[in-house]
Structure formats: C-alpha cells, structure tokens
Antibody
C-alpha cells in the first residue's frame, strides 16, 4: 500500500522560498505522476502542479512563475519549491499520487489524486 | 481558483439521503472529463470517495454514489450517518487551464 510522508519548514517570512519534500513508500515511484496541492486555512483545494519520474512537469498557470517541482528517483521523493512567498501562500500543502485513466487518442479523460500525504501547514508571517 | 461550483453546505438527519451538485462548464465536465469526489474529515487530508464519475475504491461504503450528466455531476449519500459529517470536494480536468480543478467544497452536517 502506497504511503506518502511529507516534511519541510512550517514558518517562513515574506519573500522567502518555501521548500517541501514528499517521500513515497510501499509502491512504485516510476510510471506515475506525482502532484502538489494546497489548501489555505478554512478554504478549498488548489492544484499546484505535477511531475513524472523523468521530470516532465505541468504547473498551474497562476503559480508557474514561482513554482518548481522536482523528483529524486533514487530516493522515491518529490520536492516543491515556491519562491517569493507572501501571506497569501499560507496553506496546508499536500503531495499526492496522480492517477490517469480513460485514455483515448493521446488524451486521458480521467485523472485523480490517490493517495495523499498527511499535509503540512506552512505559515508566512513577518 | 475554483471553476467547479458546489453548494456551500447541505444537511440531513441520520438515515436520510443528501445530494451534492458540482457544476462545471464546456472546458471541463462538459468536455467529457471525468469527475472525482473526495471526503475530507476535520483535520485530515482528503480521501478519494468516488473516481471516474461512479466508481468506489475498495473500502468505501455503497451508501456513496456518483453520477455525471452534461456539465454537472452529483454525489449522493444515502442512509446518512454521523461519521459522514465532513467536507466534500469534486475534481476534474480543465482544458483551458491544462490542469486539474477542484470544486468549491460542500460541508455536510448531520442533524
């Protein structure tokens, strides 16, 4: 059974770079895409981006200029960096496996997140 | 930025049936992309409840069911139980964003 465990700094000052890591245990790392999702306190979920084992990425356009997602296949880990953070970036950050299905003509019509990591609250405050 | 709209809250008495709607557009649900549903219990990470419109992962009770039609989808909970009190989110893919989108979220309260 695949399990995801996250860690990273939980308190940042404005303009600093957020850095989180997520380790994958108990299953295959290659052959899947892996994602980051965030949730501001009391609010809904926002997709940040995803990456596959070879490093191919896809980012949310609203965050693309500040986000870097990378993988270390030797350690079955993925990482998230978000630069120039502000208070608006305060959120619980989750990593998750990105599953795809219902593929036809080079396009997949079904993609969802399972399982999820435990989440880390990152607070940006001066 | 949520492009899938859900009612902020729904409630029901134990044993009742409640439904949660998820309204999208021609660039996501209406374009043929599947809808998935997540349950988020207080203080925990979301967990997939329904994937690919109407499929339940092993371990999810058959009280939960999903459907999709046109630009919308629905999650139904029959025989509502106290343990179902949680936040529920729909999710799909949006071709304009070229990425995943989530619903605004619905809080289910068991009266």
């Amino acid at each position: 059974q695949v399990q995801l465990q996250q860690w990273g700094a939980g308190l940042l000052k404005p303009s600093e770079t957020l850095s989180l890591t997520c380790a994958v245990y108990g299953g295959s790392f290659t052959g899947y895409y892996w994602s980051w999702i965030r949730q501001p306190p009391g609010k809904g979920l926002e997709w940040i981006g995803e990456i596959n084992h070879s490093g191919s990425t896809n980012y949310n356009p609203s965050l693309k200029s500040r986000v870097t997602i990378s993988v270390d296949t030797s350690k079955n880990q993925l990482s998230l960096k978000l630069s120039s953070v502000t208070a608006a970036d305060t959120a619980v950050f989750y990593c998750a496996r990105f599953l795809v299905g219902n593929c036809s003509g080079g396009r997949c019509y079904s993609n969802w997140f399972d399982p999820w990591g435990q989440g880390i609250l990152v607070t940006v405050s001066s | 930025q949520s492009v899938l709209t859900q009612p902020p809250s729904v409630s029901g008495a134990p044993g009742q049936r409640v439904t949660i709607s998820c309204t999208g557009s021609s660039s996501n649900i209406g374009a043929g992309y599947d809808v998935h549903w997540y349950q988020q219990l207080p203080g925990t990470a979301p967990k997939v409840l329904i994937y690919a419109n109407n499929n339940r992962p092993s371990g999810v009770p058959d009280r939960f069911s999903g459907s999709k039609s046109g630009t919308s989808a629905s999650l139904a909970i029959t025989g509502l139980q106290a343990e179902d009190e949680a936040d529920y989110y729909c999710q799909s893919y949006d071709s304009s964003l070229s990425g995943s989108v989530f619903g605004t979220g619905t809080k289910v309260t068991v009266l």
